[in-house]
């Protein structure tokens, strides 16, 4: 009985990752044991930057929304506190596009947040 080499399935696994490591530098593209080891750094990478992608659009929100009540002649601290007193439901993302698309919107958001 010859021996099993473990043909098609090994040949479709291996390919299966070399397929995500295409388009990689060199040997990380195309050899399997270096192509594994850049697929799952890659992995790790783009599993933790789908977490910090959040974290920067909030900070960048907040930097257009400062930047617009102080404008207003006011702080993001202030308007915040404001916003949830008055009972105004707009979120950050919101307040931010109003901040940079529509300042006449985003002054009376500031005048009733007073």
Do not use: C
């Amino acid at each position: 009985m010859p021996r099993a080499k473990r043909g098609f399935k090994a040949r479709r696994r291996r390919n299966r990752l070399l397929k995500h490591a295409k388009g990689y530098y060199g040997a990380r593209g195309r050899t399997f044991a270096n192509a594994i080891e850049q697929v799952h750094n890659a992995w790790v990478d783009a599993f933790r930057d789908r977490r910090a992608k959040k974290r920067n659009y909030r900070k960048l929100w907040i930097a257009r929304i400062n930047a617009g009540a102080r404008i207003n002649g006011t702080t993001y601290s202030k308007l915040m506190h404001g916003t949830k007193k008055k009972g105004i439901e707009l979120n950050r993302k919101i307040l931010a596009d109003l901040a940079l698309n529509d300042p006449g919107a985003f002054k009376a958001v500031v005048d009733q947040t007073r």
